[in-house]
Structure formats: C-alpha cells, structure tokens
C-alpha cells in the first residue's frame, strides 16, 4: 500500500481503520519529520489541543513543527523580532516577551524565546529543564490573561539544555501581564473570560451606550426601504447584551441578535423619560 508521499506501508491491522491506524504513528519507516510539539498532529488540530495556535482558516500554524536542527539555527543565529533569548532566572522577561510575542506575531507565524541562554546563544550551565519548564508555565498562567497557548520544546547542543518555547501569533489578542479583576458584592475576583470580553467592548462608544441601558426598555426603529418608499415601525425591546459585533434584544421574551453595523443610536424624543432608540436598517 502506497503512502501520500509514495512509500510503501504495510496493510492496517485487522479492525483498524486506516487513519487510527495512522494516528498511532504505524507509519512504516518514514522518518518522523519536524515534530509537533503537541504531539501527534492530527490528533491535536482535531481536537483543538493548540488552541490559539490556529490560524484564521482553523489551519495549523506551521512553525509548531520546527526542527530540533531549525530550533538550534535559531538558537545560534542573532536575535530578531521572532527570537529573543532569556536567562533561567529572568521570570519577568519570560513574560514580557510571551506576552509581546503572542500580542506582535501575525497569525499563522510562530515566535520562539529561548531560556536559559545568554544573549550570545550560548546556553548556560546545564538546569534541571524539568524545574525550569513547569516555573515558566506556572509564570505564564498565573500572570496573563486572556491565556496564550505555547509550546515548549527542550533543546540540547554541545551537551547542554535550555528551554525553546513556542509562541504563536494569537488571535485572541490583546494579552495583558496581568489578570482584570472586578467586582462580585464585597469582594474582588478575577474577571471571567465574559467579563473580560465585556470591558474590552466597552471601549467602543456605541457598545458603551448599549451596554449602559442593559436591561432596560428601549426603542426600536425598524426601517424598510424599497426604490423611493421607506416603511417604519415602532416597537419595544430589553437589552439583554451587547458586544463589538452584535446586539442581543429581548422582543416579548423572544430574543433577536442584531448587527451593530446595521443599526444607528439615537434618542427617543417622543418618549417622556427621552430612552434609548435605535435605527435598523431591515
């Protein structure tokens, strides 16, 4: 039986389907080429393992699969906007760079930093890799938010072992060094996945507007136009939420989501309380 890359491969066992049995890597002789760091390639971009390590089209970010030989290029060549070099002890640059990596990268491009490795590339005497990879990951979830996904890698050259961590262009940037916090009654909790979403919305003025009269009446404008005759009508709604691409309105406890691009805030001036009205274009 004939692979996609022309080798041949022997025949799948017995009750075993024919891309599982490719999944367990019963690939023949085929040399196992640029390794994902997340393990077996279609098994994570099924089941979506790599998280914001994919790109806008759902595809896999190529650089996820960098060679030990491609890592040490990296390693040994000078620093550029997609490679910066950290000491083991330098937990602040590891998280400023995550962070401005994840931030800076376009999307479907990887970034590495490397750790335990002087500015030179030299790597410093050898750490206990182990330690140094689960510090950095504690580092990085505890202190970004939202959370960016990364790969670290071990690397080995001239006998001696430092960490190259993987960072792809993330598309749920902004990232921030930082957790949000709000309010929950008397206390301060770190703001949910929601929330946060919520605050980042809130800096658009006609989310801020919206979201100000969340649930509250408003009014609701419909327009129809047709060649020279325009129809409207007249309802009311409750806001029930809003975010940077729609709005999510409760007509009779039916809801509607509306396109903030097809809508216009105003007043209404025929209501005594002068509350919100919004224009939709139908």
């Given at each position: 039986?004939?692979?996609?890359?022309?080798?041949?491969?022997?025949?799948?066992?017995?009750?075993?389907?024919?891309?599982?049995?490719?999944?367990?890597?019963?690939?023949?002789?085929?040399?196992?080429?640029?390794?994902?760091p997340f393990g077996e390639r279609t098994r994570s971009a099924r089941e979506g393992g790599i998280g914001g390590a994919?790109?806008?089209?759902?595809?896999?970010?190529?650089?996820?699969?960098?060679?030990?030989?491609?890592?040490?290029?990296?390693?040994?060549?000078?620093?550029?906007?997609?490679?910066?070099?950290?000491?083991?002890?330098?937990?602040?640059?590891?998280?400023?760079?995550?962070?401005?990596?994840?931030?800076?990268?376009?999307?479907?491009?990887?970034?590495?930093?490397?750790?335990?490795?002087?500015?030179?590339?030299?790597?410093?005497?050898?750490?206990?890799?182990?330690?140094?990879?689960?510090?950095?990951?504690?580092?990085?979830?505890?202190?970004?938010?939202?959370?960016?996904?990364?790969?670290?890698?071990?690397?080995?050259?001239?006998?001696?072992?430092?960490?190259?961590?993987?960072?792809?262009?993330?598309?749920?940037?902004?990232?921030?060094?930082?957790?949000?916090?709000?309010?929950?009654?008397?206390?301060?909790?770190?703001?949910?996945?929601?929330?946060?979403?919520?605050?980042?919305?809130?800096?658009?003025?006609?989310?801020?507007?919206?979201?100000?009269?969340?649930?509250?009446?408003?009014?609701?404008?419909?327009?129809?136009?047709?060649?020279?005759?325009?129809?409207?009508?007249?309802?009311?709604?409750?806001?029930?939420?809003?975010?940077?691409?729609?709005?999510?309105?409760?007509?009779?406890?039916?809801?509607?989501?509306?396109?903030?691009?097809?809508?216009?805030?105003?007043?209404?001036?025929?209501?005594?309380?002068?509350?919100?009205?919004?224009?939709?274009?139908?």
């Amino acid at each position: 039986m004939m692979d996609s890359y022309g080798e041949t491969q022997e025949k799948p066992a017995r009750g075993c389907s024919w891309p599982r049995w490719r999944e367990k890597g019963r690939i023949g002789s085929r040399p196992k080429r640029n390794v994902c760091p997340f393990g077996e390639r279609t098994r994570s971009a099924r089941e979506g393992g790599i998280g914001g390590a994919l790109g806008k089209e759902g595809k896999v970010t190529s650089g996820l699969w960098f060679s030990d030989d491609d890592l040490i290029a990296k390693l040994t060549s000078v620093e550029d906007q997609f490679v910066e070099r950290k000491s083991k002890s330098d937990k602040g640059g590891w998280l400023r760079t995550t962070v401005a990596f994840a931030n800076s990268t376009p999307i479907g491009e990887t970034a590495v930093l490397f750790i335990g490795v002087d500015n030179d590339g030299v790597i410093t005497d050898n750490a206990n890799v182990e330690d140094t990879m689960k510090s950095y990951s504690d580092t990085i979830s505890n202190s970004v938010w939202p959370l960016i996904y990364t790969a670290p890698r071990v690397v080995t050259l001239d006998g001696k072992s430092c960490i190259a961590v993987i960072i792809p262009g993330s598309a749920e940037r902004p990232h921030f060094a930082g957790k949000s916090y709000v309010r929950s009654g008397t206390q301060s909790v770190d703001a949910s996945e929601t929330q946060y979403t919520e605050l980042i919305a809130e800096r658009m003025s006609k989310v801020r507007e919206l979201l100000a009269w969340k649930g509250k009446s408003i009014t609701l404008e419909s327009v129809n136009r047709r060649g020279n005759f325009t129809r409207r009508g007249f309802s009311t709604c409750v806001v029930v939420d809003c975010n940077q691409f729609f709005l999510t309105a409760a007509f009779s406890g039916q809801e509607r989501s509306i396109p903030l691009t097809q809508l216009a805030i105003s007043r209404d001036d025929n209501d005594y309380s002068r509350r919100l009205k919004i224009e939709v274009e139908e």
